[in-house]
């Protein structure tokens, strides 16, 4: 019996565990962005003093693991797992920032939902009694995404008004079986939904639905009204996609209103730094995460917030071939009280 | 989210990104191009002016303009004349330029073999392969019916 599943995709966590600590590492673009002074490092050279991009998105990730575990005055000892993942092709960045760490590890591969994708099972593991401690983290880099997914940085291309821009950074978060909150109290995985977009450069027309099935499940299965959140969510959705989820939420009865936003339309200011449809990549929900939300849930403003992550699982060569785009959200509930 | 048509949400969701400022698109392309061919055209007065014959100067040209377009290419200059310029950036030989040193560039890190000269072709290679295939074929035809 899964005694800990309701209705049709979620999960209630009976002993809910606590996010003990966290921590945002940004690029220079981010660090100018309206949330700059949430984030906990900021790095002007988005090299990081490494030979490569690569090399230096390993480093992000890796920081931002050690300094979320001296966040929660642990060592990496302690951690029982890391569950971990990021966009480059066999998620190196995190294989070779876990490599320097010696912990237990799971490799993600969930594009840009990789963050709440780790944290789900992160959750899942602690309060299933498998893990004490552990660490889930995500990176992203710019420099990284542009050459794997589209052009060389210096090719004189002008980007559409529906393209994103791939944040650069790292985020990571301690859950822990013990501890005064913020707590994960439910998690709903997504489904993959596709809706038919071709069209690389509008991932947030093509993720929308994905993070709209992940909401309305979320709401018939848990009973909650998009009212009973002080805030909803969603990863990397972008000015167009979410857009699209307000409108179409509506129509289907349920009124997100000022309670929805999504973090690749805070994370820059889409007019004054030239992003188009705004923030995207792994890093981007989780540095908003780990930045804005989860400091904010600290200081009060927000009770009981609804995170989700969305992703989108293609490749160059199989939108090359013609495919569609896969997306998925998933979403967990964080709440300062664990009842 | 089953019943959700693809083709309405596909016409739903083109509504809402914001449409192509076509307009100013077209006139900044018009500049950009211009200027880029107006210093062209400088170019090749002053080789005419040095006396040089019709096809040294045009040959002359090319090679001064390549040159400008990868200069500015490694400067990290060219690729922002393309976010304002467009095709008026990416359509004269400076972009043709540019599409070469961009990726070479950008590939140095995997090594000179696999990296600089195994990606150096990967954005120019199809004008190459259609440019120089087109070409054979027009030139075919010439001897074919010209004699």
Known sequence: MALKRIGNQTIKLLNPPTILSNYSIVGPKEGQGP???????????????????????CKFQEEAI???????????????????????????ATGYSARELAIPFFGLYGACSTMTESLSLGAMLVEGGFADKLVC??????????????????????????????????????LSSYGSGPYITHVTPGRIIDPGITDAANMGAA???AAMDTLINHFQDTGFKPSDYDLIITGDLGIVGKSIVMDMMKEKGYDLGSVYTDCGVEIFNPRAQDTHAGGSGCACSAVVLNGYVLKEMKKGKFKRVLFMSTGALHSPIITQQGESIPSIGHAITIDINNE | ME??????YQKFADKKVPKPTYLKNVILAFLVGGAICTIAQGVTNFLESQGYNEDLCGMGTSIVM???????????????????????????ITGFANSIVAPAMEFKREGFIFGVAAKMFIIAGPVLVYGIGSSIIAGLLSILFKG
Not at chain 1, 35 to 57: H, N, R, T, V
Not at chain 1, 72 to 90: C, P, R, V, W
Not at chain 2, 66 to 86: A, C, P, R
């Open chain 2, 66 to 92: 390549i040159f400008i377009g990868s200069l500015l290419t490694g400067l990290g200059v060219y690729d922002k004349i393309g976010k304002v310029g467009g095709a008026g950036a990416a359509v004269p």
């Open chain 1, 207 to 209: 993720m929308a639905p």
């Open chain 2, 3 to 8: 019943n959700l048509n693809n083709n309405e």
């Open chain 1, 66 to 92: 050690r300094s979320a575990v001296d966040n929660a005055e642990l060592s990496l000892k302690d951690m029982d797992f890391l569950i971990a993942g990021d966009l480059l092709n066999q998620i190196v």
């Open chain 1, 137 to 174: 983290a995500t990176s992203s880099h710019f420099s990284t995404a542009e050459r794997q997914f589209r052009f060389p940085l210096e090719y004189a291309a002008q980007r559409t008004f529906s393209a994103k821009w791939t944040v650069t950074g790292a985020g990571a978060t301690v």
């Open chain 1, 35 to 57: 949330l700059k002074d949430y984030f906990d490092l900021i790095i002007e050279d988005d090299l990081w003093g490494q030979e490569s991009f690569e090399k230096a998105e």
